[in-house]
Structure formats: structure tokens, C-alpha cells
């Protein structure tokens, strides 16, 4: 089955800065992938996706990359802000057969911190 | 917008006795529901995938007659800890796909502490 793997598991930016996490997986069939920011005690929710036919989407301050060829995605955050700060996971999943839901595989999980 | 509910947001029971969680979307219809766990400082691992009017799919290593799953309409799943012991104590949620697309909405979580 799949493997996403994610890194860093925790990270401190000032604000201001930019923050970057990365993210592996192993199936070459997965073609979604989405961004989910969880804070403390809350319900994840996703805050970016991206599907296999596109390289980057942007929405305002933060954009994710996808290198189908090496199987790495990778969350970018600009002007980071105290509010920022929460656990961010990455995910991935793959089609499959009509009427079937798909199915993620999240990451492990990096705890973002931004300093003031 | 797509809203998942879970009821209730914590319950603390005793050990040896069964609890049940709802989970419903409240302005969607989901034809498949997710469970998830998710330990602290740890990242949601899937337990089942519950399918309307028909039985949920299990993931390796869950019990299926421990976490009864029931998705009896396209907006409730209920997933029910029998026989709850403390380490099931944890945070469970659950997500909805609205049917026709591939969008997991997730419900605010449920925490369990079973004493």
C-alpha cells in the first residue's frame, strides 16, 4: 500500500519567514494530494490539494509543488504569521473504481511553529 | 459549504462498557464515511472506510467486532467501541466525501477517555 513520509516533524520560523515541508510517497499511482493544517484539539482541515496533471497551484500565501517523476510534494508558506502555527499533514490518494471514495494516506505530521 | 458533525465531543466511560459516536453531514450526502484514530502528537491512521447499506472495510489490525461501524443512511455513520478499554482511549474523527467527488470533510472529533 502507500507511504507518505514527512519531514520535518517540527519546524520554528520567525515571522515574517517562509516555512517549507516536504513530503515523500510510494505509490506511483497516487494522483491527489492535499494539505490539511490541524490545531490543537480541532478537526483537520484542508487548506490546499493538488492533482497530478499540475506542478504548483498558489492560493495567496501558500502553494504546494509536486514532482510526479521523483514521487515529492511540498507545502510553502510566505509571511508566515503566529496564526500559522498548528500541525500540518500532508496526503495521498489514488482513484479508483467509480462509486468508490478514495481512500488517504497522511503523513506523519509537522508541528509548525511561528515565533512573533 | 460541506459540514460534518460528531457527536458527542467527549465522553468518558467506564472499562468494559460500549460507546457510540455519530458522525453526519449535515448539508451533503456522503455515500462513504471515514473512521479515524489519532493518538496524541500523532497522525490520523484510518480504521474503516463505512460504506452506505453495506458493510465497512476494515483496516489490517482493527478489530471488526470491537469498532461496529453502521452507515444506514447518506448522512449518518455511527461507530460504536464495545467493550471499551483505557488503551482505546483516544480521539477519533471521522470524514465524509460528498458523493461525486473526492473532498474528505472531517467532523470536530471525539474524544474518549475510557477509565
Known amino acids: 500500500g502507500e507511504n507518505v513520509e514527512q519531514h520535518p516533524s517540527t519546524l520554528s520560523v520567525q515571522e515574517g519567514d517562509s516555512a517549507v515541508i516536504k513530503c515523500t510517497y510510494s505509490?506511483?499511482?497516487?494522483?491527489?494530494f492535499p494539505w490539511y493544517k490541524q490545531e490543537l484539539g480541532k478537526r483537520p482541515q484542508l487548506i490546499i490539494d493538488?492533482?497530478?496533471?499540475?506542478g504548483e497551484k498558489k492560493d495567496q500565501r501558500i502553494a504546494v509543488t509536486l514532482n510526479k517523476t521523483a514521487k515529492h510534494f511540498s507545502l510553502h508558506i510566505t509571511e508566515t504569521q503566529p496564526e500559522d502555527s498548528a500541525v500540518y499533514f500532508c496526503?495521498?490518494?489514488?482513484?479508483?473504481?467509480?462509486?468508490?471514495?478514495?481512500?488517504?494516506?497522511f503523513g506523519s505530521g509537522t508541528q509548525l511553529t511561528v515565533l512573533p | 459549504g460541506a459540514v460534518v458533525s460528531q457527536h458527542p465531543s467527549r465522553v468518558i466511560c467506564k472499562s468494559g462498557t460500549s460507546v457510540k459516536i455519530e458522525c453526519r453531514s449535515l448539508d451533503f450526502q456522503a455515500t462513504t464515511m471515514f473512521w479515524y484514530r489519532q493518538f496524541p502528537k500523532q497522525s490520523l491512521m484510518l480504521m474503516a472506510t463505512?460504506?452506505?447499506?453495506?458493510?465497512?472495510?476494515?483496516e489490517q489490525g482493527v478489530e471488526k467486532d470491537k469498532f461496529l461501524i453502521n452507515h444506514a443512511s447518506l448522512t449518518l455513520s455511527t461507530l460504536t467501541v464495545t467493550s471499551a478499554h483505557p488503551e482505546d482511549s483516544s480521539f477519533y474523527i471521522c470524514s465524509a466525501t460528498r458523493t461525486g467527488t473526492g473532498t474528505q470533510y472531517f467532523g470536530p472529533g471525539t474524544r474518549l477517555l475510557v477509565l
Open positions: 496526503a495521498a490518494s489514488k482513484s479508483v473504481s467509480s462509486g468508490s471514495a478514495r481512500q488517504l494516506t
Open positions: 493538488i492533482r497530478s496533471n499540475v
Open positions: 505509490d506511483s499511482a497516487s494522483n491527489y
Open positions: 463505512s460504506n452506505e447499506g453495506s458493510k465497512a472495510t476494515y
